[in-house]
């Protein structure tokens, strides 16, 4: 057993998606497409002093249901200590990244030997069956611009990028409930993201992406009042804008939202995956 061990996994900006459910949570998840973020969560496991495992993020202590599935798949009690820049429940991942950073790091402290898609695996099912995303994990296990033409995990599903590398500026207003919009009817969801995802593989470039994504949040019923006013603040200056899914959060390529006149967090699109430090 190792003293510690610490990952880091990059945020995840969803455009839009479809979701498919399936009774095997790694085989259920979603289609669609995002930006991987070089803003994300970087996190130490270390073997836990007491008879609990706990997970502190940022400074304060947190129950985050993916990561506690994640270590007792393990068999692994452990102290999780978490840093990051992105917000909690605003559609960035941020659950995703604990739970495959969890995973990665645990993996080597408490030596379980086990491979990259095993680790996306545990951390994709156990993400599902809390309800708390269903393709955050194996985009940012991927890294780039992912584009998920397949749901589920590793052993199920079929990923491809587009290929090019942007900055981005988002902003966030507050929170969805991820477990809130899938618990209702998502007929109307997956139809609008099915439309959105054959449009980027019919012509996958960041543009394409960005249109789509709008449609989607469109067409999804998803927009709230106050970002539907950042995007066309963004549009009216020729920027590109929509909503992270799921969150009330706008993203913006290149300098649209400092443009539009508001104050963004800046980072780019993250070249590569979730990776141990």
């Given at each position: ?138 985009a940012q296990a991927h ?26 500026e988002y902003v966030s ?46 067409d999804a019923d998803l ?55």
């Amino acid at each position: 057993m190792r003293e510690e061990a610490t990952a880091f996994v990059p945020g995840h900006i969803t455009g839009f998606f479809s979701a498919h459910p399936d009774e095997d949570p790694t085989r259920a998840g979603s289609r669609g497409a995002g930006l991987t973020l070089t803003d994300g969560v970087e996190l130490t496991v270390e073997p836990a002093t007491g008879d609990e495992s706990t997970v502190v993020l940022d400074g304060t202590e947190i129950d985050v249901d993916p990561v506690t599935t994640v270590l007792e798949t393990l068999d692994a009690t452990a102290h999780v200590e978490a840093e990051s820049e992105l917000p909690l429940g605003a559609g960035f991942g941020v659950s995703g990244a604990l739970a495959l950073g969890t995973a990665l790091a645990a993996n080597r402290v408490f030596e379980r030997t086990l491979a990259m898609n095993e680790l996306v695996t545990i951390a994709h099912g156990a993400e599902v069956r809390a309800g708390t995303g269903l393709g955050d994990v194996v985009a940012q296990a991927h890294g780039g611009i992912p584009v998920r033409l397949e749901p589920g995990g590793p052993q199920n599903n079929y990923l491809d990028a587009i290929p090019e590398r942007t900055r981005v500026e988002y902003v966030s207003f507050g929170g969805l409930s991820t477990a809130d919009v899938l618990s209702d009817d998502t007929d109307q969801l997956t139809t609008a993201g099915k439309e959105a995802l054959a449009r980027v593989v019919e012509e996958p470039t960041l543009l394409s992406f960005m249109y789509a994504s709008r449609l989607f949040a469109r067409d999804a019923d998803l927009l709230t009042e106050r970002v539907t006013e950042t995007i066309a603040d963004v549009s009216a200056v020729d920027g590109q804008a929509s909503m992270a899914m799921l969150g009330e959060t706008v993203f913006a390529l290149g300098t649209g939202l400092s443009d539009a006149g508001y104050d963004p967090s800046v980072c780019t699109t993250h070249p590569a995956g979730a990776m141990l430090r």
